[in-house]
């Protein structure tokens, strides 16, 4: 199985601030990866799909970058209803997650 | 609107078995591959199962295989997954997950999740 390593696992900022999370795959998926969000109690969201292919509904100030091996999720100004936990995930096989990175308020 | 609802969750002895159902609305469901993915208490997520939109293909992760079967009635929009010789391990919040038309293996609609609990 392809192994998918986010960093950080957890993150303190503040509303405005520019976020980034990235993600690591343990061999190519050239751009075979989503983004999700999910918050306490919920079901996971789609974000970004296809590395960088915003899902509809999905504010602009998410974005998605990356190809190969390395990834990376950006929050160009985090909002209050952004904290949050995101997770990336590649389907390029069968299909594996990231273990998650918290978002939390500063 | 999609919709997705999961029900037959509960408390199971180990080397017990469940039926989880997922009802679908809002779309056409027998145009959409459907997933199965898991999410045990305070951990990540975990893709547990597929299902092609006719049935032709079923795929399972390693850690459920020869246990659980998925299956689906797309004369009922329904969806299903028999799960046997349920572990500790097995414990989680099971979702539904439609799979996003042309995206191989990309969830964009999840149900609530249904919560499967399997003492140690």
């Known amino acids: 199985d392809i192994q998918m390593t986010q960093s950080p696992s957890s993150l303190s900022a503040s509303v405005g601030d520019r976020v980034t999370i990235t993600c690591r795959a343990s061999?190519?998926?050239?751009?075979?990866i989503n983004w999700y969000q999910q918050k306490p109690g919920k079901a996971p969201k789609l974000l970004i799909y296809?590395?960088?292919s915003l899902q509809s509904g999905v504010p602009s100030r998410f974005s998605g970058s990356g190809s190969g091996t390395d990834f990376t999720l950006t929050i160009s100004s985090l909002q209050p209803e952004d904290f949050a936990s995101y997770y990336c995930?590649?389907?390029?096989?069968?299909?594996?997650f990231g273990q998650g990175t918290k978002v939390e308020i500063k | 609107e999609v919709q997705l609802v999961e029900s037959g969750g509960g408390l199971v002895q180990p080397g017990g078995s469940l039926r989880l159902y997922c009802a679908a609305s809002g779309f056409t469901f027998s145009s959409y591959e459907m997933n199965w993915v898991r999410q045990a208490p305070g951990k990540g997520l975990e893709w547990v199962s597929y299902?092609?939109?006719?049935?032709?293909?079923?795929n399972y992760a390693d850690s459920v295989k020869g246990r659980f079967t998925i299956s689906r009635d797309n004369t009922k929009n329904s969806l299903y997954l028999q799960m046997n010789s349920l572990r500790a391990e097995d414990t989680a919040v099971y979702y539904c997950?439609?799979?996003?038309?042309?995206?191989?293996?990309?969830?964009?609609?999840w149900g609530q999740g249904t919560l499967v609990t399997v003492p140690s």
């Open positions: 997950a439609r799979g996003a038309g042309g995206v191989w293996y990309t969830f964009d609609y």
């Open positions: 061999q190519s998926i050239r751009s075979y």
């Open positions: 299902i092609s939109e006719s049935d032709s293909t079923r």
């Open positions: 995930q590649q389907s390029y096989s069968t299909p594996t």
């Open positions: 296809a590395a960088s």
